[in-house]
């Protein structure tokens, strides 16, 4: 038996989210490219930005960002774009996630390969992330501070020169940010009360940018009518899903109120499914290698 | 994307413990045969008897019967076999179990047909668990009482005919119980003592033999320097995981003792291994569908 070859998500942003034929020939042409799985579309209206996700391997995922380059050049204008989203380009974040097989550091060569083909197709290419060409460069925050307006003004400087493309704008076209990070998990806690002010609090206490858990994003909501703590894990080497619930269940506590139930939007990679029912099994291990299904996957026609 | 053809597992015990070439050379005659993967083989000279575990689609499955039956009628010979267990045959129990794709009657048809290949083979086949073909039969140990002597004083009544092969008994070969069930799942807790009766203690609650969870088998045992309750989960849809070892931790508790760590033998299916994450995650839902991989599973050469 060969050892399947490493595979990669990628997650871009565009800065379409009304137009569905524009938005379904965008997503067409990347999933015509052959091995390439389209995973997910959502398309945001008031933003005006879709976020696709497909995955398949290197040279596969390649192809699809390069497809996906030529599409939105082809059918997005950015001088013609209103959105509440501070969106810096038509294809404005293309991260490369690391799957099955792959390191961060593939996913970071990948990302320096595509980020090189979009500068060849005219686009303004920052490298961000796990792909960063500088440490400065690293936070897409940073990156894209002031939108399109604040890229363009900052070219100038050698510190935020490009990594591909021209050193000059095209103003229909704008720049993208193209980097590698880990697998993003959307994870949702629905509390016992209707008090949204319970979920803001506990909310602010668990994230990283209160002091809580690191790679670990919060926000209270209200979601049809019961209060919610809406988390984005980041990194789950760093805050595992269960690490995560723990934290809400024991600041929901003090606060006396409880978690009801919980839910994963989008997919969770196993391993991490696998660390949380290790976890609470007291298991002393548990890895694909003993999931019977791992060991099938190959023999099934 | 054409649905994957359904998987199914064969657990064979054959009476071969001790002669390592033997055995060797029965399992290599199973996973010769296209389209099988062998997943374990656990010999125990003291019994004198050798678990196989092998998977593959139906046909492929099924030619690994065959080509095990074959081989174990060349290779073994009841007449000289000595050991422990009350063995019946040189091919003692050959039992199918439905896995991804796979119904209980899916397994119990597959079963039916193995038996009628082995019956042509010259083996005396009893049909039992889920491709029984009387409620009396259903039960590996009715239709094993006894041993070989026991099958054969039984072969002149009439509720205990063969289901195929001939009506009397080859002794060089014996008979063999072919069946279908669900997957079986070991799953032990070590406790923080070295105190085994505290195991035997719990295990005795906790066992359906006492009263306790349906469809779970469960043995105090001294590992290691510690209190082990060792289990066999018959049927997790009847008992899944979590409730095993929660209802082991309850029993604990009251006997002052507590879980330290668990293990999984052998493999454990993929919705059983969600079923645990769901439940101690509060997830609304969790199926193979929401896990990344199955997503992915064939896009990978």
Known sequence: MTLPAPLFE????????????????????????????????????????????FAGEEEAVLSGAMALARSCAVELDLTS????????????????????????????GLARRAGEVLGSLGYVVFLYGAAASAPHRRDLPDIRRGGYEGVAERLSDPRWRPDYGPWMLDPGRGAVAVGARPFLVAF????????????????????????????????GLLVDGRAQV?????????????L?????????????????STELVGLAPLPAILDAARHYLGLRELGPEHVLETNLHDLSS
């Open 10 to 53: 990628a997650v871009p942003n565009f800065s379409e989210g009304r137009d569905a034929a524009k938005i379904s020939r965008i997503v067409d042409a990347v999933g015509g490219v052959p091995g390439i799985r389209v995973l997910g579309v959502h398309s945001d209206p008031d933003h005006n930005r879709s976020v696709l996700t």
């Open 81 to 108: 774009q209103a959105g509440e989203h501070p969106r810096m380009g038509v294809l404005d974040v293309l991260p490369f996630v690391p799957l099955a097989g792959a390191t961060m550091e593939d996913a970071a």
């Open 188 to 219: 949702n806690a629905f509390l016992d009360t209707d008090d949204v002010e319970v979920a803001r609090t506990i909310a602010r206490r668990i994230r990283e940018s209160g002091g809580g858990l690191p790679a670990l994003k919060a926000l």
């Open 230 to 242: 809406s988390m984005n894990l980041t990194d789950l080497s760093l805050t595992p899903i269960h």
């Open 244 to 260: 995560a619930l723990e934290a809400v269940r024991s600041a929901a506590s003090d606060l006396g109120a409880s978690v009801e």
